[in-house]
Nanobody
Framework: QVQLVESGGGLVQAGGSLRLSCAASGRAFSRYAMGWFRQAPGKEREFVATIFWDTGSSDYADSVKGRFTISKDNAKNTIYLQMNNLKPEDTAVYYC????????????WGQGTQVTVSS
């Protein structure tokens, strides 16, 4: 099993910043890639950002490019999502997820953390 524990959500005004963390643990944890997703009320879950453990390369949804930065700490098996210039439309539950290899999708998910951006 893999356990993913998110933290760092909260309430912030538009234009503000938050940093989310996601710590991974468990025997089945395999370092290939991890990502952040979000789900707003009444909407489907959507991709936000991903990072690959070995290369550190990353990718972002167009809606967050230039505002969000994903990073990792190999020693802590932890990823982060620095969110700047937040907008009300960023309000959602944010989930981290782990992908064990190039042949699998995101199999393990965290419990989610609420991010609310007020206008």
């Amino acid at each position: 099993q893999v356990q993913l524990v998110e933290s760092g959500g909260g309430l912030v005004q538009a234009g503000g910043s938050l940093r989310l963390s996601c710590a991974a643990s468990g025997r089945a944890f395999s370092r290939y890639a991890m990502g952040w997703f979000r789900q707003a009320p009444g909407k489907e879950r959507e991709f936000v950002a991903t990072i690959f453990w070995d290369t550190g390369s990353s990718d972002y949804a167009d809606s967050v490019k230039g505002r969000f930065t994903i990073s990792k700490d190999n020693a802590k098996n932890t990823i982060y999502l620095q969110m700047n210039n937040l907008k009300p439309e960023d309000t959602a539950v944010y989930y981290c997820a782990s992908r064990g290899s190039q042949f699998t999708g995101y199999r393990y998910w965290g419990q989610g953390t609420q991010v609310t951006v007020s206008s």
